[in-house]
């Protein structure tokens, strides 16, 4: 179906069990929250769905519209659709942002077609003009020395220029002054549309004050333990989290 | 100037080859008759046939250099290896005058059309002796040489005489001597004073044989202000037992010429490579050596130049990519010997998976000399954990008149690194090819264009072929 749908996951790295039995659907046209304490999980959900090579999934499944994405290779799963913006994005020296962007595009191509270069770069100087980016970026290694917020631009560059059916922006908030937050924030939301998926994981509400999202889920030790509107994470922002533990473990 | 082409020493593009009737073959072995052979078939004079039985018993006497270098030596039998297989003694002048087999070879591996696009001269060594040999015809009015060591022996005595083993005794080294004893094939190349080569020559050399030993020995002389470029290629099909490549390289720059000498080897996985490779520059005089080395079980290389006269200036730009179970054992030596002598030497070594990159470089400045440079960069890059770098820098430099660079940094391409990339849809390998094309980019531009092409080629190909 038109869905990231997850159901019953559970995955653990070595002998430390992580995701314990999370659901979620996220469909097409929607945008969805998960907002939780520090080492609930939320950023392990999104390395399993992407295909980290270091954590083992003992059961549950978790599809992209009607396409298992258990066992594929990350880059099978990224060019079925799946983005995930990271918490942390990783420096690769000698790699140029244009050079990067252009192979991921290029990956994506049937065998023998190519992108015209003159329509590539004007492309990309659009959405880095849309996102406040200094054209010198391009020529600049992927993310090597690159400040916390201009890492997370950079993710977003790479997302809109990849267009992807589904994506997972994990903590892209963390670390961006109100500025760039609201850049990074705009940059989402031109990216909402009926035909594509976004979870956004936080761990502020701030963030959902830009990126409005249709649902926020609530996660705790690896499941989701409560989901509600916008205003749940109003009240996680008054609340804290400890009584969604307690009631979470009363249940 | 030169127009795009590519070389082509695409491995799996090399990995095949045709039984052919060797008329020369000097048996399985190494012994005084096995030289004895090789000197009379070639018709040599008899200082020749001295000076290879001397090479012979310098040889014998000389330890594995295991003492510092890889035990991955031992196991070189030297009693399997068929030292000298021909098809002819003559190479042919026309492409159409090529035996058929070694024509297919060649054929395959695009040589005649390289020519035609875009060198001066081309020699195809197949096996000992080179099979085809070309120049274009205006080169050869203004006195350029360019012909096989036999040739250039047997018909230019004088100048091949003068300089043959004056840059590297035989006593240089094991493999240098060994050389020495049983060398057939490789160039011989002179220019004269003041003339300018607009387009590089070019030698392939083509293993064919199983067990078979390629001892070529290239003499390049460019006489006063004259400048060449020279490039080289290899390739060897992929055997089930070892194969030895033993090259010996002497160049030789008279005051104010240039010689640029230009090397994309990409061996199969059971070549030993072990190769002496050695200038001297006189006054105001250019080498540079460029130096691309893939594939190989062991290389063990190091390019160096004399700096013998004042202002003379020596380069070594090398790149080595050891993936698993090769060991690329590479670097550069410079002997200052005269004032006001510049060198400089870049050298960028990738490791993947077991590969193993070793870098050893030697600068020497007495202290009696003054306004000499040195200038090193050698860095490595390794993909995955359970690659090896190491670099021995050996530098001696007397005297404060002179100065000396090191730098030297390793990084690498860890699997969170490979991960990020392959979410955003690349694969593992073109990730990796990514990563280490941005790594040697800068190298590359350093290569003529066809052979930067070309590089790119075999470096993907080269990933592709690590992740299986
Ligand atoms: N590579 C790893 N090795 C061991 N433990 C890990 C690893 N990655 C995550 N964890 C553990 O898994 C739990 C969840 O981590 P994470 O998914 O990063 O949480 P969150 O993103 O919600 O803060 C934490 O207890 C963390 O320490
Ligand atoms: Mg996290």
Not at chain 1, 4 to 15: C, E, F, H, M, R
Not at chain 2, 415 to 428: H, V
């Amino acid at each position: 179906m038109n869905s990231l749908k997850i159901d019953n996951l559970q995955a653990s790295i070595g002998d430390k069990s992580i995701l314990r039995g999370l659901s979620l659907e996220i469909p097409k046209g929607e945008v969805h929250a998960i907002m939780g304490p520090n080492g609930s999980g939320k950023s392990t959900l999104a390395k399993v769905l992407s295909g980290h090579p270091d954590y083992e999934v003992s059961g549950g499944t978790a599809t992209l519209d009607d396409d298992s994405l258990l066992g594929l290779e990350p880059d099978e799963i990224s060019r079925l659709g799946l983005f995930l913006a990271f918490q942390y994005p990783m420096e690769v020296p000698g790699v140029s942002i244009a050079n990067f962007i252009r192979a991921a595009l290029n990956a994506r191509l049937k065998e023998g077609e190519k992108i015209k270069a003159v329509e590539y770069y004007k492309d990309l100087y659009a959405h880095m003009d849309d996102l406040g980016m200094d054209r010198k970026f391009t020529s600049r290694s992927l993310n090597d020395g690159f400040s916390g917020g201009e890492k997370k631009r950079c993710e977003i560059l790479q997302m809109s220029m990849l267009s992807p059916k589904y994506a997972i922006l994990d903590e892209t908030d963390s670390g961006l002054d109100i500025d760039a937050l609201r850049v990074v924030s705009d940059g989402v939301n031109r990216m909402r549309n009926p035909e594509r998926g976004i979870l956004v994981i936080t761990h502020y509400q701030r963030l959902l004050d830009y990126i409005v999202p249709d649902y926020v889920h609530v996660m705790s030790e690896g499941k989701i333990v409560r989901t509600g509107g916008k205003e749940l994470a109003l009240e996680l922002e008054d609340r804290g989290y400890d009584w969604i533990k307690q009631e979470a473990v009363a249940s | 100037m030169i127009s795009p082409s590519q070389l082509d020493v695409d491995r799996d593009k090399g990995d095949f080859h045709y039984d052919t009737d060797y008329s020369f073959d000097a048996g399985i072995g190494l012994s005084e008759d096995v030289v004895r052979y090789i000197s009379e078939v070639k018709k040599e004079e008899p200082w020749m046939l001295d000076f290879r039985l001397k090479a012979l018993s310098t040889f014998e006497k000389k330890p594995m250099p295991t003492h510092w270098a890889t035990d991955d030596l031992k196991n070189i039998n030297f009693d399997v290896i068929r030292y000298y297989l021909a098809k002819g003694q003559q190479p042919s002048r026309t492409w159409d005058e090529v035996p058929d087999d070694i024509k297919n070879t060649f054929e395959r591996l695009g040589i005649p059309e390289q020519e035609r696009k875009f060198l001066a001269g081309v020699e195809a060594q197949f096996d000992s002796e080179a099979a085809y040999s070309n120049m274009k015809e205006d080169l050869a009015k203004e006195g350029v040489i360019f012909v096989g060591s036999t040739e250039g022996l047997k018909e230019h005595p004088e100048i091949f005489r003068k300089w043959f083993g004056k840059v590297i005794p035989t006593s240089d080294n094991k493999f240098s001597a060994l050389n020495s004893a049983v060398f057939s094939g490789g160039s011989f190349i002179y220019i004269p004073p003041g003339v300018k080569l607009a387009q590089p020559l070019q030698a392939y050399f083509r293993i064919n044989a199983e067990n078979f030993g390629q001892f070529e020995r290239t003499l390049i002389i460019a006489d006063e202000g004259s400048e060449v470029m020279y490039m080289e290629g290899c390739t060897a099909p992929k055997f089930e037992t070892s194969t030895l490549h033993s090259a010996v390289v002497e160049l030789v720059a008279l005051k104010g010429a240039k010689i640029q000498y230009v090397t994309v080897q990409n061996w199969s996985n059971n070549v030993f490579n072990l190769v002496t490779k050695r200038a001297i520059a006189e006054e105001e005089a250019e080498v540079r050596w460029i130096d691309c080395n893939i594939g190989s079980r062991l290389t063990m290389k190091y390019p160096g130049v004399i700096l013998k006269g004042r202002k003379a200036r020596g380069e070594v730009v090398s790149i080595a990519l050891a993936n698993d179970g090769q060991h690329q054992d590479t670097g550069a030596k410079m002997v200052h010997a005269a004032d006001e002598t510049t060198s400089n030497v870049v050298s960028k070594s990738i490791s993947i998976g077991d590969g193993r990159s070793s870098y050893r470089g030697l600068v020497q400045m007495p202290g009696h000399l003054k306004g000499c440079k040195n200038n090193t960069e050698c860095d490595a890059l390794l993909i995955n954990n359970k690659s090896q770098t190491d670099t021995y820098p050996a530098i001696t430099v007397q005297g404060d008149a002179n100065s000396v660079q090191h730098e030297a940094s390793v990084s690498k391409v860890s699997a969170e690194q490979i991960f990020y990339m392959k979410q955003r849809g690349l694969s593992e390998a073109e990730a990796m090819s990514l990563c280490v094309n941005g790594f040697v980019n800068d190298l590359i531009r350093e290569f003529p264009m066809e052979y930067s092409v070309e590089l790119k080629r075999l470096i993907d190909l080269e990933m592709e072929g690590s992740v299986g």
